[in-house]
């Protein structure tokens, strides 16, 4: 009995360019899903009488690594402490003593987690496709 290892190769060659084709679609979905949660963040804080400038603080930065054979994005979102009010989000966010928390973020997090989710998703199915599996 023999066995034709060809289509094997030819399998684990074309799932080896998944994460490289993929790379791009997950950058854009974690980018959508940062900018989305931004937005949602800033309609939830205005209309704050006592920080009515706080919205305009909340920001996001998008962070990327690669070498060593791996690849990591992610995306940083949340009040900018150099902006106008911005220094009041651990306050705002998280409450204080005589202050309830607001978990605004957290809201503008749990709204968009399933788009994200399925951004993610759509990216690695794009990604098969180009590589025809």
């Keep these: 009995m023999s066995v034709d290892w060809r289509e094997f190769a ?20 974690v980018e959508v899903s940062a900018r989305n949660v931004k937005d949602h963040w800033r309609d939830g804080s205005k209309g704050m009488l006592h920080a009515p400038a706080f919205p305009f603080s909340v920001t996001y930065d998008i ?30 966010e998280f409450g204080s003593r005589n202050n309830a928390p607001q ?18 998703a759509l990216a690695v199915d794009d990604a098969l496709k180009e590589s025809n599996l």
């Design 10 to 29: 030819e399998l684990a060659r074309d799932l080896g360019e998944v994460p490289e084709k993929s790379g791009k679609n997950i950058r854009k979905a």
């Design 63 to 92: 962070k990327g690594f690669s070498g060593f054979g791996v690849s990591v994005i992610s995306a940083e979102i949340g009040p900018d402490k150099g902006r106008r009010q911005g220094a009041l989000g651990n306050l705002i």
């Design 103 to 120: 978990g605004i973020g957290q809201a503008a997090l749990h709204a968009n987690e399933a788009d994200f989710e399925h951004g993610l």
